[in-house]
């Protein structure tokens, strides 16, 4: 499941899975998420626009710890 949010309706900071930065409040934004069958509200992740629509061109990114 994909939802594109806009910028108004952002009040928390997110970590892009794509690039690894920010997603600050006030940026539009997608979310995604597993179908129902297959996930929960907790694997929800919000990505960059941009990094959504190059995901499957990308590799992966190092992860922070």
Not at 18 to 46: F, L, M, N, Q, Y
Request: glycine content about 10%; some cysteine.
């Amino acid at each position: 499941m994909v939802r594109n949010i806009s910028g108004t309706a952002t009040t928390k900071t997110y970590r892009c899975p794509g690039c690894d930065h920010e997603i600050k409040p006030g940026t539009p934004h997608v979310v995604a998420w597993p179908a129902a069958d297959h996930g929960s509200v907790e694997d929800r992740r919000h990505w960059h626009q941009g990094c959504w629509t190059s995901r499957t061109r990308r590799g992966p990114t190092s992860k922070r710890w």
